[in-house]
């Protein structure tokens, strides 16, 4: 099983870039079919898939988000990280990492997820 | 966006009671349909993937059925440890989705 892990900066001033880590650890982090994601959740509300990277490189964004957003993956370092700028009190939520399972179109769902990080967005 | 339809949102219930959380999707999304669960403070768990499968370790309490654009989770023998919030997902297209969730409370 693998264990995630998700780290960052905290609190971030409105117009700023929120950015996060998430360092991975007990598994291969190149595994065919794994996409590394992202998932929030706003206080008292619920789920919504961010976006993810396959370990290639291949990127897939939340069309909400997409203008705002920036995935990237460091396989040497078995880290993936979450850009997002322009932020307002609306993009303060609990940041989940997590992994997707998608092979050959199938299953499709989260298996692992780290243990999530609060980011305020406030002045 | 495929919109997912959770119901009811919440739920009293008592230990031992027979649950059942229904979802409905917007279009066809079958089979790609999974629950999770969510304790307070705590990241989801993957209950039941692909409608009806089961996650290893999971209780066979769980089960899950449906087709389409209706999907139906069931608890059977409700437990003290199922007190929690649960999602529907769904993985048929982009951007993925998720219910609204339902919480299940002790009556």
């Known amino acids: 099983q693998l264990h995630l892990q998700e780290s960052g900066p905290g609190p971030v001033k409105p117009s700023q870039t929120?950015?996060?880590?998430c360092t991975v650890s007990g598994g291969s982090r190149?595994?065919?079919?794994?996409?590394?994601?992202?998932?929030?959740?706003?206080?008292?509300?619920?789920?919504?898939?961010?976006?993810?990277?396959?370990?290639s490189g291949d990127t897939y964004y939340?069309?909400?988000?997409?203008?705002?957003?920036?995935?990237?993956?460091?396989?040497?370092?078995?880290?993936?990280?979450?850009?997002?700028?322009?932020?307002?009190?609306?993009?303060?939520?609990?940041y989940y990492c997590a992994t997707y399972y998608d092979?050959?179109?199938?299953?499709?769902?989260?298996?692992?997820?780290?243990?999530?990080?609060?980011?305020?967005?406030?002045? | 966006d495929i919109q997912m339809t959770q119901s009811p949102s919440s739920l009293s219930a008592s230990v031992g009671d027979r649950v059942t959380i229904t979802c409905r999707a917007s279009q066809t999304i079958s089979p790609f349909l999974?629950?999770?669960?969510?304790?307070s403070g705590k990241a989801p768990k993957l209950l039941i993937y692909l409608t009806s499968t089961l996650q290893s370790g999971v209780p066979s309490r769980f089960s899950?059925?449906?087709?389409?654009?209706?999907?139906?989770?069931?608890i059977s023998n409700l437990q003290p440890d199922d007190f929690a919030t649960?999602?529907?997902h769904q993985g048929y297209s982009l951007p993925q989705t998720f219910g609204q969730g339902t919480r299940v409370a002790i009556k």
Not at chain 1, 18 to 21: D, H, R
């Open chain 1, 103 to 123: 092979i050959n179109n199938y299953y499709r769902y989260f298996d692992s997820w780290g243990q999530g990080t609060l980011v305020t967005v406030s002045s």
């Open chain 1, 62 to 94: 939340n069309p909400s988000l997409k203008s705002r957003l920036s995935i990237s993956v460091d396989t040497f370092k078995s880290q993936f990280s979450l850009k997002l700028n322009s932020v307002t009190a609306a993009d303060t939520a609990v």
């Open chain 2, 86 to 88: 649960y999602y529907c």
């Open chain 1, 18 to 21: 929120l950015s996060l880590t």
């Open chain 2, 34 to 39: 999974n629950w999770y669960q969510q304790k």
């Open chain 2, 64 to 74: 899950g059925s449906g087709s389409g654009t209706d999907f139906t989770l069931t």
């Open chain 1, 30 to 55: 190149t595994s065919e079919g794994y996409y590394w994601s992202w998932v929030r959740q706003r206080p008292g509300e619920g789920l919504e898939w961010i976006g993810y990277i396959y370990y």
